[in-house]
């Protein structure tokens, strides 16, 4: 029998974690025994448990320690962290250690390093003569970079629910349209505030539904007044900002009276040519050709965006990113110093910014699609709350439960 012992420690009960790690290792074939549990009893005790797991064989055990570490627990001897050099650009070695999104943490030089920028699926790379670590995609690797392997001396620790806690949970919730929607978003209003009261920051990532529902002047008051800070899209959003700035109209259709205009199909492709002309959104606000809208704001609110393209892109607008890894490579340094993020009506964007985030950034996923927002969550983001809801209802809300706290000042 292979047999190792693992030790876990946190809220591990109301979180879930111990029962998690239990059916892990009868679900991939190996045995356990509780050695050691103590069970906190107020709301901010923890409760420490010690596990003897076994195997037939070792490369059963390999696996059920992979799993059980990405959900918190730790081999119980404080071995080193394995590492082993890339044999040649963009390729790692075949036992590889692949990231969760949780804060993470290596045990190097009989030190603990944390990884600051840590995100899913991603490897570990040691830098032995400044003796730091940090997290990089697969397509940064370079040979010669000394990647950690296995399990040994990795620390990971999942967003944990304690008893009792009636603030705002960003823990994994449950899609449904039947939630209380208005105080839901109550209280990512009060996150919000309490967010731009300590000069943090917000980033949103929008679709262009923001826009077509007729929330362009919500999303850009919200810049205006400093909730949010960022924005991640698409050439979809930021033309049908500006189309609507320049015409009234989305997609050829008033914002303000749902009325379709003659030849309105084309606006959004004008929008694009005004831009054109003026060389970039920045400079068709200097030159005063757009002077409203969510990218007015941006610019006027030094509020940095990322716009990423597609291949069903018109135009694009010439600040549109279409190498896909560049675009991602910007939002990932973006990201960096955010304290939350909102997404709004784009599954994919979502999806991709929620690849890129650290479980500790407060996220919220806003979609009228349930299917939308239960797959994000089902691709890694456990953290995301989920909120099944009209974005035409939920951004002027939102401003509205973002003002009533202001009065209540």
């Not at 979609?367 to 983001?381: F, P, Y």
Request: aromatic share 4%; with cysteine.
């Amino acid at each position: 029998m292979y047999v190792q012992k693992i030790s876990l420690s946190g809220h591990i009960i109301d979180s879930f974690t111990l029962q998690k790690v239990m059916d892990t290792i009868i679900d991939q074939g190996g045995d356990y025994e509780i050695e050691e549990l103590n069970v906190g009893k107020h709301n901010t005790d923890v409760s420490t448990a010690i596990i003897r797991i076994e195997t037939e064989k070792e490369e059963k055990l390999d696996k059920i320690l992979d799993m059980v570490t990405d959900l918190g627990a730790q081999l119980l001897e404080e071995d080193e962290v394995e590492l082993v050099a890339s044999e040649k650009d963009k390729t790692v070695p075949d036992n590889f250690y692949s990231t969760t999104n949780y804060n993470t943490a290596i045990r190097y030089n009989n030190q603990w390093i944390n990884i600051d920028n840590i995100e899913m699926d991603c490897l570990l790379v040691v830098d032995e003569k400044e003796k730091t670590a940090t997290c990089k995609p697969l397509n940064t690797i370079k040979k010669g970079e000394m990647v950690v392997v296995g399990h040994k001396g990795v620390k990971v620790k999942p967003p944990e629910k304690s008893r009792g806690k009636n603030t705002f949970e960003f823990m994994n919730s449950e899609a449904s349209a039947e939630k209380p929607t208005r105080s839901i978003i109550h209280k990512v209003a009060k996150e919000m505030k309490k967010i731009k009261d300590k000069g943090g920051k917000v980033c949103v990532v929008g679709g262009p539904a923001v826009i077509h529902t007729g929330c362009a002047p919500v999303l850009a008051q919200l810049i205006k007044e400093g909730y949010v800070n960022k924005l991640f899209a698409g050439n979809a959003l930021a033309t049908h900002d500006i189309e609507n700035a320049l015409y009234g109209t989305s997609l050829g259709v008033k914002t303000k009276t749902g009325e379709l205009v003659a030849h309105g199909h084309k606006h959004h492709l004008r929008a694009i040519n005004e831009i054109n002309k003026a060389g970039s959104i920045k400079d068709a606000v200097e030159q005063g050709v757009l002077t409203s809208g969510v990218m007015y704001e941006c610019v006027k609110n030094n509020a940095p965006y990322v716009l990423a393209g597609s291949i069903r892109d018109d135009g694009p607008l010439p600040d549109v990113i279409n190498d896909s890894q560049e675009a991602q490579q910007r939002m990932r340094e973006e990201v960096q110093d955010v304290d939350m993020v909102i997404m709004i009506a784009t599954l994919l964007h979502s999806v991709a910014t929620g690849n890129i985030i650290p479980a500790r950034i407060k996220s919220v996923c806003v979609d009228i699609s349930n299917a939308s927002v239960t797959k994000l969550s089902d691709r890694g983001s456990a953290q995301v709350i989920s909120i099944v809801t009209d974005i035409g209802s939920f951004l002027p809300i939102l401003l509205d439960e973002i003002h009533k706290l202001e009065e209540e000042e």
